[in-house]
């Protein structure tokens, strides 16, 4: 059998295995949890590339996005995490009040969590895709679920999706090491490269 390097399986193995590689990475990097922000930032920087057809090497590329985007993408996580921290904790404390009014506050309370968390998402996916100010691309990730909620929506259903199958499925839970954040960031991409072309 001769061995073909521009064959569709070399393709294939080598891509599958530069998936698994980079999902590692981005669990070891996500690890001190403050350096959760510049990791998914780099995931979503080298897959908004791979996604848009402009090759590369996602491992080397990956490590390079770190060493640029640590300082926005740390500012950005701290900032948003904490109000989504609150947020969730809110909702938890009123749904558990047993009343109409207390229930209410609680689902308007994870609304609300649900909405800084997809500007999070927004947030370190365009500090990876374009440079500007940290408060420019707040703005605009606070403004961009308002303008473009079905695919904003589409966002947050991608991860919401995954986590049900894990609950769902307990044999599901040994994907997420191998393929799972890559997944879920690479599914992403294209929703908001299609998000970003609209309003660029």
Known sequence: MK???DG????LTTVTTQFIF???LYILSCLPIITIGVATSALFE???RYADNERGNLIRDYFQAIKSNWKQATAAFVVLSVPIALLIYSSSFWVGGGTILTSIIGVVSAILAAYFFVVLALSLSLIGRY???LKQTLKNAFLLPVADPIRSLGVLLIPVVLFCLM???P???LFLPLFGFVLICYCSAFLLLSIFKRWN
């Open 22 to 24: 980079l999902n590692l």
């Open 3 to 5: 061995f073909n390097p």
């Open 8 to 11: 569709q399986l070399y393709k």
């Open 131 to 133: 440079k500007n100010s």
């Open 171 to 173: 044999g599901f839970r």
């Open 46 to 48: 080298v897959l908004l």
């Open 167 to 169: 609950v769902l499925f």
